[in-house]
């Protein structure tokens, strides 16, 4: 079975500081990887994935992630933080060799708030 | 513009009183699944559709029901609400990764992110 583990629940980051959130995953195969942002009061947008190719991929808002198959990783960073990036990041993974739902459906890690302090 | 719309975006009800979800979806896709968020879990899928008239239960199913009698909607159906279905619920739909025909998978095909609804904050007293 498939699994995602954010190990942080919160991150606090001054603004204008490099942030990274972190994310492992657990998958038989190779991983399809998504990070997903959720602002308050909001629904979940995607940010970026990770499907085959560059290990580094870049996303909205200035995110990025990269993909580390040895580690199993796909942490999300960003350069310079930004107050209004403050919310909360969710790492998905769906396995793409397994059938029917399984296939399709994506695990969440727990989520991790990120805080941006001015 | 291509987006996924819950309604309500908020309900509070009673113990044992049916209540419906909906949700709609505008981009054509097969693939539709009803989550929810409680605090330190992430996200549980509760059920999901591979395409009209075919349904199955996620992780989480218990005291949910849905349908899909179309393809762009997929409601999801609290026959007798408890208070433990206090929870954010999201709908996301996506096109379908895997393929399957009469049992035999097709090539396994692109890989699109899920789109979300914008959530229904659910309180059940």
């Known amino acids: 079975a498939q699994s995602v583990a954010q190990p942080e629940d919160q991150v606090n980051v001054a603004e204008g500081n490099p942030l990274t959130v972190k994310c492992t995953y657990s998958v038989s195969g190779n991983p399809y990887l998504f990070w997903y942002v959720q602002y308050p009061n909001r629904g979940l947008q995607f940010l970026l994935k990770y499907i085959t190719g560059d290990n580094l991929v870049k996303g909205s808002y200035g995110f990025e992630a990269e993909f580390n198959k040895s580690q199993t990783s796909f942490h999300l960073k960003k350069p310079s933080a930004l107050v209004s990036d403050s919310a909360l990041y969710f790492c998905a993974v769906r396995d793409p060799r397994n059938w029917g739902n399984a296939g399709n459906m994506l695990t969440f890690g727990g989520g991790t708030r990120l805080m941006v302090k001015p | 513009e291509a987006q996924v719309t819950q309604n309500p975006r908020y309900l509070i009800t009673v113990t044992g009183k049916k209540l419906t979800v909906t949700c709609s979806q505008n981009?054509?896709?097969?693939?539709m699944s009803w989550y929810r968020q409680d605090p330190g879990l992430g996200l549980r899928q509760i059920y999901y559709s591979m395409n009209v008239e075919v349904t199955d239960k996620g992780d989480v199913p218990e005291g949910y029901k849905v349908s899909r009698k179309e393809k762009r909607n997929f409601p999801l159906i609290l026959e007798s609400p408890s208070p433990n279905q206090t929870s954010l619920y999201f709908c996301?739909?996506?096109?379908?990764?895997?393929?399957?025909?009469?049992?035999?998978?097709?090539?396994?095909?692109?890989?699109?992110?899920?789109?979300f609804g914008q959530g229904t904050r659910l309180t059940v007293v």
């Open positions: 981009m054509n896709h097969e693939y």
């Open positions: 996301a739909s996506s096109l379908t990764a895997i393929r399957t025909w009469e049992g035999r998978a097709v090539r396994p095909g692109r890989s699109t992110e899920a789109f």
